[in-house]
């Protein structure tokens, strides 16, 4: 299979499951919304720095490392190489996981009153530590499998997850085994983990051992070991670095909303509707940007093993290109109908308000994180270190110094400037590498104009219509504008065909 056919399956494979993933996450939003209320879905979301603090220190540096390094291998036909990659992954990464396990679990109260400033986090701290292993053996596995260009089983995998997930939190719930407080979401959390892990595990099983003998030789472990540890250390320190700094900022949010509001609880509802409610909707178009940035570290990798510039050309300026243009289109549905939105789904005007502000994001928050895995593909970690330190740093100080004096608002617009200045650096830090061109009337304000009257129309007529009408027009409105920009993306391409430096857009 050509290299363009393998990304392009591996990206479709990883929408599709991504999607589905995306949405049986997102009616689980739902569920536990009106399961727990605003206030405990706050302080289940105020756990998940700690839990992406530990995975960053267990998996995420090496899972990165071993995707770009099975890729090189996988290019050169050098599997046992691939192989023994993997076993030293698992090895290095669980006993890190088994020692922040016991962490966690035995110092949940300290983290939770010293570290989070909610005591009632340490119960969900706890039941979070038995997921850690089962997390990182798993996001060892899809690394493999992500440098192999075989997306299938991690799908599969993440669908996996998050049935089981949303299944067992029913089930519990039904059952009344348990309160219906943030520990049930978390208990739904570890479950899903576990299958989705052991699945994953079988899975790659049965393939070494249906596998042919291998012709090839191993090479020194040593060298193989020094090269995982240089691409995976670094890149752990950088997402420690940047997960503790997140945390922070996670945070930091509700400590400085009760600043403006002077209610605790109002603080935590308010934090609980903005990252479980409004920001998982504006993520959701992400399975797809998300599964392009995937798809691209291994081949922009592979790419440059091989040397082939041309390849590395052509997939930053179409997957650029067309993130741009998914930003855009969402950018008007969030904006004319996100208290629509947020009212139809979670019965919460606010959860709508929010929605109609952070539209503007979209089209940044979709780039950051394709330019971030071309950069990685490139060899420039240190340099999507600095740039994503600089945003985060740029919100926690809006953090600290707007939100006492505007609430909300000014974390929102925080949001606002760091994703932009983020997005700016990683294109700039490509161009540099990759020579891109940009031209703002074609690819920003030509689609935003031709996508945004439909919307706009459409909003007017709201009045008239029933919500069954307006929700079938707005996924009509929404298929039209994503089959425009597709087919714009098209005929802007095939402008010039034959050049090896195609404009970003």
Known sequence: ????????????????????????????????????GARELGVYQLIFPVYLLAFSLTCQGIQTGLSNL???????????????LLYLSIFLSSLVAFLMMGILYFFSAQISTY??????????????????????????????????????????????????????????????????????????????????????????FTTFHHKSKQKDTLTSPIILGKKLLALSLPLTANRFICTLLQSIEAIL?????????????????????LNGMA??????????????????????????????????QKACCLTLHYCLLIGICFTHIFLFFGDFLGHLFFQNQLAG????????????????????SILNGLGKTNLTLLHTLLSILIRIGFIVFLIP???????????LVSFFILCFAHIYGIHTIIPLTFTPVKSVIIPAILT??????????????????????????????????YLLGCFHFSLNPHSSRRTFL
């Open 1 to 36: 299979m050509s290299e363009k056919k393998a990304f392009l399956k591996g990206t479709l494979i990883l929408t599709i499951s991504a999607f589905i993933a995306k949405l049986i996450g997102f009616f689980n939003r739902i569920f536990l919304s009106q399961l727990i």
């Open 70 to 84: 099975v890729a090189y291998y996988h290019a050169k036909k050098e599997d046992k190489n691939m192989k023994f």
């Open 115 to 204: 570290f989070l400033k909610t005591p009632e986090c340490y119960k969900s701290i706890k039941i979070l530590a038995f997921a850690l292993p089962f997390v990182t053996l798993k996001g060892c596995l899809n690394g493999y499998y992500y440098g192999v260009k075989k997306p299938l089983i991690p799908s599969i995998a993440s669908l996996l997850e998050q049935i089981f997930r949303v299944f067992s939190i029913y089930l519990v719930a039904t059952l009344q085994l348990a309160n219906q407080e943030a520990s049930l979401a978390v208990l739904g959390l570890v479950i899903g983990e576990i299958v989705s892990c052991l699945f994953t595990f079988i899975a790659l």
């Open 253 to 273: 949010i509700p400590f400085m909303l009760n600043q403006f509001y002077h209610n605790v609880t109002l603080s935590l509802e308010l934090y609980g509707i």
């Open 279 to 312: 920001l998982p909707f504006i993520l959701f178009p992400s399975a797809l940007t998300n599964s392009l940035a995937v798809m691209l570290l291994p081949t922009i990798s592979s790419a440059t093993a091989t040397h082939n510039i041309s390849l590395i």
């Open 353 to 372: 308000s929010f929605l109609a502000s952070l539209s503007f994001l979209c089209p940044f928050v979709y780039l950051s994180a394709t330019t971030n």
């Open 405 to 415: 004096v505007w609430g909300m608002k000014g974390y929102m617009l925080g949001l």
């Open 452 to 485: 945004g009257i439909p919307f706009l129309l459409l909003r007017m007529l709201r009045p008239y219509l029933s919500v069954i009408s307006f929700i079938i027009l707005i996924v009509i409105a929404s298929f039209v504008s994503f089959l425009f920009m």
